[in-house]
């Protein structure tokens, strides 16, 4: 079963760029058809998927955040990286990572696919 794991850090200032990994485990992020996302939840509002990488390395992002965000891989670490400069409080929310076969851009919800526990990230001075 695969599992996934975010890391980084849980404050970040205004302006600066949030840098978030994925670690998976249990399986390849290069398995044929498999897309990795990355997911947010600000409070008090719903699941907003950012974007996600390829099995093959290429990359989709919501229309919205296209212009400040890039998810970027590490094969030989089984990871995958989520950046997001620029940041304000707005982007304050628990940040997921998610495994699914096949590219989904919306309708998430924790039953599908595979997930992290999500990491809290607060953007504030």
């Known amino acids: 079963q695969v599992q996934l794991q975010e890391s980084g850090p849980g404050l970040v200032k205004p302006s600066q760029t949030l840098s978030l990994t994925c670690t998976v485990s249990g399986g390849s992020i290069t398995t044929n058809y498999y897309y990795w996302s990355w997911i947010r939840q600000p409070p008090g509002k719903g699941l907003e998927w950012m974007g996600a990488?390829?099995?093959?390395?290429?990359?989709y992002y919501i229309p919205s955040l296209k212009s400040r965000t890039s998810i970027s891989r590490d094969t030989s670490k089984n990871q995958f990286t989520l950046q997001l400069s620029s940041v304000t409080p707005e982007d304050t929310a628990v940040y997921y990572c998610a495994g699914e076969v096949g590219l989904k851009t919306t309708g998430w919800d924790r039953r599908i696919g595979s997930w992290g526990q999500g990491t809290q990230v607060t953007v504030s001075s």
């Open positions: 990488i390829a099995y093959s390395g290429g990359t």
